[in-house]
């Protein structure tokens, strides 16, 4: 068995008022899909939350979501996908865009449902496009909500629910998207280590999404990183997608990989101490970034500076 971990996509981010940032996040994605999901002959894709950057999605960031899922389609490579905080629906609707790619029959969307105040899970239904776990060969796929600051809480939960599914014989999988204590980037509370080890009872695999550093928890759970930068405070982090291979005794190959196309990016710094006037820095900064900025090299993309 062998699949594609991504996360945090974020199709349609616009940095610094760059017009040609919605594409870098496109290109950055289908160039994955290419050459790790279509030309490794995986078995199926995760996309751990965040595949948008916001719910509102505009008409071109659509068309990219369309293309790309669409060359999985035609490449016979299910894509499997939970909501994020970026892309989940409103509370007052039923509706959201990932719903909607999925009764499109572009992806597989997991969805747990809540019931007398539990968390408990259906198996995928191809005729009403919803459920919540779904077999894909030798494995058996669970989704999660987006749970923020009550992930402590949701996670015996999902413990107990994931439980009352498993299949003899699968390889279990969870699609979790939250921080982790140890390993977050965000202010607000994050799931405790202790908490998500619970799970490790009832999955082989746990496919974390969220925080956009790359990052694995004793070769079991993994979170991949952003494929792209969304800001400045990014650029230093490792961050990319995951191949995993599975043997026949479940035994985990998680490779993981950064080369494909992103935008570069560069900071500079320069000491202000010895300058008596503003228009001093202007002509120091402006001077250095003659020298030591970079350009783009052969057809990569113009560093942001």
Same mark, same amino acid.
């Given at each position: +068995?062998? /699949?594609? *971990?991504?996360?945090?996509?974020?199709?349609?981010?616009?940095?610094?008022?760059?017009?040609?940032?919605?594409?870098? !996040?496109?290109?950055?994605?289908?160039?994955?899909?290419?050459?790790?999901?279509? &030309?490794?002959?995986?078995? !199926?894709?995760? +996309?751990?939350?965040? /595949?948008?950057?916001?719910?509102?999605?505009?008409?071109?960031? +659509?068309?990219?979501?369309?293309?790309?899922?669409?060359?999985?389609? #035609?490449?016979?490579?299910?894509?499997?996908?939970?909501?994020?905080? *970026?892309?989940?629906?409103?509370?007052?609707?039923?509706?959201?865009?990932? @719903?909607?790619?999925?009764?499109?029959?572009?992806? =597989?969307?997991?969805?747990?449902?809540?019931?007398?105040?539990?968390?408990?899970?259906?198996?995928?239904?191809?005729?009403?496009?919803?459920?919540?776990?779904?077999?894909?060969?030798?494995?058996?796929?669970?989704?999660?909500?987006?749970?923020?600051?009550?992930?402590?809480?949701? +996670?015996?939960?999902?413990?107990?629910? =994931?439980?009352?599914? @498993?299949?003899?014989?699968?390889?279990?999988?969870?699609?979790?998207?939250?921080?982790?204590?140890?390993?977050?980037?965000?202010?607000?509370?994050?799931?405790?280590?202790?908490?998500?080890?619970?799970?490790?009872?009832?999955t082989s695999y746990v496919a974390l999404g *969220?925080? *956009?550093?790359?990052?694995?928890? &004793?070769?079991?759970? !993994?979170?991949?990183?952003?494929?792209?930068?969304?800001?400045?405070?990014?650029?230093?982090?490792?961050?990319?997608?995951?191949?995993?291979?599975?043997?026949?005794?479940?035994?985990?190959?998680?490779?993981?990989?950064? &080369?494909?196309?992103?935008?570069? /990016?560069?900071?500079?710094?320069? #000491?202000?101490?010895?300058?008596?006037?503003?228009?001093?820095?202007?002509?120091?900064?402006?001077?250095?970034?003659?020298v030591e900025a970079r350009v783009a090299e052969?057809?990569?993309?113009?560093?942001? =500076?």
């Amino acid at each position: +068995m062998k /699949f594609l *971990h991504i996360a945090d996509v974020h199709l349609g981010c616009t940095r610094y008022q760059l017009a040609e940032s919605p594409r870098d !996040f496109y290109d950055a994605w289908i160039d994955v899909l290419q050459r790790y999901a279509i &030309d490794q002959h995986v078995d !199926f894709v995760l +996309m751990a939350g965040d /595949f948008f950057h916001k719910r509102n999605v505009p008409p071109e960031t +659509m068309n990219y979501a369309f293309a790309g899922l669409s060359l999985l389609k #035609d490449a016979g490579i299910p894509v499997v996908a939970i909501e994020g905080n *970026h892309d989940q629906k409103h509370a007052d609707s039923e509706y959201s865009w990932l @719903r909607s790619l999925a009764d499109w029959g572009l992806l =597989i969307l997991l969805e747990p449902t809540i019931e007398d105040h539990k968390i408990t899970y259906q198996r995928w239904d191809e005729q009403t496009r919803r459920g919540g776990f779904i077999d894909v060969g030798g494995a058996r796929i669970f989704g999660s909500d987006w749970y923020g600051a009550s992930a402590n809480w949701a +996670m015996p939960m999902l413990v107990e629910a =994931i439980r009352a599914n @498993r299949r003899e014989g699968a390889f279990h999988v969870l699609m979790l998207h939250t921080d982790v204590e140890g390993h977050q980037t965000h202010p607000m509370p994050a799931l405790s280590v202790a908490a998500l080890k619970e799970l490790r009872a009832v999955t082989s695999y746990v496919a974390l999404g *969220h925080t *956009h550093k790359n990052y694995s928890i &004793d070769d079991w759970a !993994f979170n991949p990183g952003s494929l792209e930068i969304t800001s400045i405070d990014e650029y230093r982090e490792t961050r990319g997608a995951y191949l995993v291979s599975v043997s026949d005794d479940f035994q985990i190959e998680a490779k993981h990989i950064d &080369d494909y196309r992103q935008r570069p /990016f560069q900071r500079l710094v320069y #000491d202000v101490t010895s300058c008596e006037l503003p228009e001093d820095v202007t002509d120091a900064v402006l001077s250095q970034a003659k020298v030591e900025a970079r350009v783009a090299e052969s057809e990569d993309s113009k560093p942001i =500076i």
